[in-house]
Every structure is written in C-alpha cells, then in structure tokens.
C-alpha cells in the first residue's frame, strides 16, 4: 500500500499553521497530528521503550533534562503513529508541530539551550528516525507586526500574548533561527524538500489552494 505524503507546517506563533492544517481536514480529508495529545497509552509505552536512550540523556547531562526527555519520547510516539492503519490510508498526513517543531523546541528550552556548539548526538538521532517519514516543510511566515497582531488578538493562549512588541519580536526571532538550524539540518542530511508560503497577504483557503497546488505530482514511498 502506497503511504500518503507527509508534510509538516512549521513557522513562528501567529504564521497561520493551525488555520492552514484545519483548512487542509476539511478541502482532502487530510489527517492532522502534533506531538501534542497523543495517546497516553502509546506516549507510556514510548516512555518504556526510550528508556536506554533516556538513561544516557541524563548520564551525559548529568542532571534530568525533562524538556529533551519528553520530545523524545514524543517524537517516537508520533513516528508511531504515521504507521498505524488510519494514518496510512489518509491521502495526505499534516503536522501541526511535528518533529521540526520538536527539535526546535528542544534548542529553545531544554538542555541544549545551554549549548552554543553543534546539536548534541541525541538530537541527531531524534531527526534520523525521520528519514524516509517527513516529505515536506512548509515554512509559514509573516511580517513581525502581523504575528504580534494575531498573537494578541485570537483566543488561543500563548506565552508572549501580553507582551510588548520587542520582546513579541525577539521570540519569534529565537524561533525562526531555532526552525533554520533543524531545517538546514534536516535537508543536508536526509534529502528533505522544503518550500516558504508567506501567509500575511490571503486567507487560509487561498494559502490551502496553493499547498494542495505545490504538493499535485510529488512522488513518495511505498
């Protein structure tokens, strides 16, 4: 059986990920997942299973990264669930924060926040265990001054909602070199296509129309 393609929407808060993959359930009855909210049966039993990576995490780090821990332990349970029957038989899998997003997350706020050297080895192996699963990023993006506006304005929650333009800027900055430094990882070493939808000037239908557009003729695996 032929598996869907894969792609993952990642950009700063704000960049329209959300109402872009909401848009893409409802026009190709795509399947939309995140290393958010998955099953708590298969994240424990992922727990399990990490548990030799998870010890030489804290051995090296000597200390208890549980940021780094815990996207690992997501990742893998995501990875998993790309091979389950209902995710195979989706003609197209979206990932609203997937593993670049986790990665990205894991510069930001785990240990390797402390580090200004190269990805540790861990962090490697996390990304590796994507070859072959991850077709597509789609990059979203927008000026500053429009994420700081959306960022206040819808009802979703977040953690610079009340804060002043600088500092709205300086996170989405962090983000957007954090997402470089995985992407750039990512292409050079498993070959992934990646392609940058500004989403400032159309709404999320029009943006839907042209992704599903992009993604018309794209080859994947069996």
């Known amino acids: 059986m032929a598996r869907p393609l894969v792609a993952e929407l990642v950009g700063p808060a704000g960049a ?34 990490s548990l030799p990576a998870l010890a030489a ?14 996207q690992i332990v997501r990742l893998r349970t995501l990875r998993q669930l790309l091979d389950r029957r209902t995710a195979r038989q989706a003609p197209l899998v979206v990932l609203d924060e997937g593993p670049v997003f986790a990665l990205a997350y894991m510069r930001l706020f785990g240990y390797e926040r402390w580090r200004r050297n190269a990805p540790a080895p861990w962090w490697h192996r996390a990304l590796h ?7 597509l990023v789609v990059q979203l993006d927008a000026p500053d001054a429009v994420l700081a506006s959306r960022i ?26 954090a997402y470089s430094l995985v992407i750039d990882t990512l292409v050079a070493e498993t070959g992934a296509r990646v392609t940058t939808l500004q989403s ?22 069996e």
Not at 19 to 48: C, E, I, T, Y
């Open 16 to 49: 329209g990920k959300s109402a872009l993959s909401q848009r893409l359930v409802g026009r190709v009855g795509a399947l939309r997942a995140s290393v958010w909210k998955l099953p708590r049966g298969w994240w424990l039993l992922n727990a399990v299973r």
């Open 57 to 70: 995490l804290c051995l090296v780090t000597r200390s208890l990264p549980w940021e780094d821990m815990r």
């Open 129 to 135: 265990e994507w070859v072959g699963a991850l077709d």
């Open 152 to 177: 206040r304005t819808r009802d979703k929650q977040h953690r610079v909602k009340q804060s002043s333009d600088a500092e709205i800027d300086a996170f989405t900055a962090a983000y957007r070199s």
């Open 200 to 221: 400032d000037g159309e709404g999320a239908d029009r943006t839907a129309e042209r992704l599903l557009e992009l993604l018309k003729g794209n080859g994947h695996g």
